[in-house]
């Protein structure tokens, strides 16, 4: 067919038209993958990033030497005349955590504030005459410190008569969550437990309406119990997690204060329903309250406890209980400075930033920098590497101008999308050309840490054997941790190796004062 002139230009202007819209849309950016339920809510993001948080159990239990009060000790035994909140702050914020958590109310039922809902609390003690208040000192401790605030109110309580009255007591569990919840400004954590000794009176808490409550008054705050709704018990007071630990879990499957399997609540749900992380609890010293005659765990073991609940998708809660003077105790500060230290001193240079990375596959093409390997070396959730859909090979390189010595690598997934890898596993280009295995871990969501046996190499190969879905990952990290690798050795070698490490040589401290290292 033989085309007029007019004809002519109109073929021409469709397509060119054509050929605009092709191109146009190739110049669209790929859009970022579908995230895989569940998916955190906003507050339990905010927890998870704090990675560590100070709990504070502080009581008239701390002023009789017992963990659990009868709560029947006269008020006037709780006097702390040297207590001083913003001394707790201090320790916590120069330590590196980001809240702290104090026992407003413990099993004894002694209250830390005036509530109007009892007598038995600080208002009947000599202390500041009576017209004291721990919570709102430490609230504006916190406040002032850019510190997040969380509180602890027993549900068993051996001093209120009403307690084992259901409705009755029910009715005054809430009316002290609620003046705690409206009298010191912004709480981001709620801790509840089903703690409750042998023969007690029978009582049923009714954790729903608590929860609701909770959630209307202070809707940024993280709730934690054995079921959640946001965080969980790992299971242990040990503040170990599982090597496996998913985030996903059935609220459903778990009762509070009840003997659950310790294996669900420690290694969480592949296929859960609910999305609630683990939380490992541990002390710095033997018990929970202060201690005359106990001693701080080492920086070497709280290090240890590191690697095994924050590096293992978890938040570590340590306590650090005040003294009866009202103070941290010089002892647990040293050793929190020299925990801080090293975590600075291993964690502060990322050697995986010096190195060229490159990727099987890139989600949009090699060149679509949104989604390229290199944003797996900088800080944050929100930029990650995403391979190509359809690729069964997920695979991150590392190349390196010089061999590189390291034993530590470091994972984490854009938790915000779902939590997605299931295993994975690191090479290393040896002397001879071949990848050689050097580590392998299942689990991974906001942090994974693992350390190995030092190893040298200038290429090394990340590999993802399997995920729920395409993996993400936002961020990588390899380290050197001089001070872990002595873990079989005896226990005045590694003391010796620890004191003598470069990384203190800025605070000079004496024999005496690292005994307990």
Known sequence: MILNKPNKLILNIII???????TSQSLHPKPPPIPILPIPKSRQISWQIAEMALFLHFGTNTFTNTEWGTGHVDPSIFNPISLNATQWVKVAKDSGFKRVILT?????????????????????????NGSGDVVAELAIAA???GLELGLYLSPWDRHESCYGETLEYNEYYMGQMTELLTRYGEIKYIFLDGAKGDGEKDMEYFFDDWFSLIHQLQPGAAIFSDAGPDTRWVGDEAGVAGTTCWSLFNCSAVKIGSDNDFRYSREGDPFGHDWVPAECDVSIRPGWFWHA??????????????????????LLLLNVPPNSSGLISDEDIQVLKEFSELRDSIFSHNIAKSALLSASSTRGGPKNSQFGPQNVIEEGLYTYWAPDQGQSDWELYLEFQQVMTFNVLELQEPIQMGQRIIEFHLDILDENGKWQHVVSGTT??????????TVKSHLLRLVIDKSRVCPLISHLGIFMDSYSVSRHVSDTHTQSKFINSLVFRKTTYNRSQSASI
């Open 16 to 22: 060119i038209l054509l050929f605009i819209s092709r």
């Open 104 to 128: 407003a109310k413990h099993h004894d039922g002694f209250c830390l504030w005036p509530s109007q809902y009892t007598d038995y609390s600080v208002k009947s003690s000599p202390w500041k």
């Open 143 to 145: 406040r002032i410190a």
């Open 293 to 314: 005659s106990e001693k701080p765990k080492s920086a070497l073991t709280l290090l240890d406890l590191y690697y095994k609940s924050v590096g293992r998708n978890c």
């Open 444 to 453: 991974v969501g906001y942090r994974r840490l693992l350390l190995f046996p």
